[in-house]
């Protein structure tokens, strides 16, 4: 991957999580690593929360079993997908030279988190639960 895509993938990902903690702190690669961290963990949260409830709200057993599946499998394509995406940083020629690959991976986790929540709205209605 050539250095300039690296670098939108790093807006494309780091951006929600850095104007979340705007203000905070003077834009290092350490501050943006730490907002990226704890934007992804606030989205972690509120997956976990909506696949919890979800999983209460579907009454079949069968159901249950087959979205548990789906999350967990879900949950290893996301680890999969951000630890390549992240490891893209590395990749010699870069400019950033694996300075940003927490901060990517970070990123990266938010916004599957964030995706994933969009999904499970589409799931909830697909069932008619609320």
């Known amino acids: 991957m050539r250095p300039l895509s690296i670098s939108l993938l790093l807006l494309l990902f780091s951006a929600p999580a850095w104007a979340a903690c705007e203000g905070e702190v003077a834009p290092t690669t350490a501050a943006t690593r730490g907002c990226a961290e704890r934007a992804a963990q606030s989205h972690e949260k509120r997956l976990q929360a909506e696949v919890a409830r979800l999983s ?12 548990a599946a789906e999350q967990e499998a879900w949950t290893a394509w996301r680890e999969a997908t951000c630890a390549l995406e992240a490891d893209q940083a590395r990749e010699p020629g870069t400019m950033m030279r694996g300075s940003m690959a927490a901060e990517l991976h970070a990123g990266c986790m938010g916004y599957q988190a964030r995706r994933r929540l969009k999904a499970l709205v589409g799931i909830t209605e697909m069932f008619s639960l609320k």
């Open 56 to 67: 209460e709200a579907l009454q079949d057993e069968s159901r249950r079993t087959l979205f």
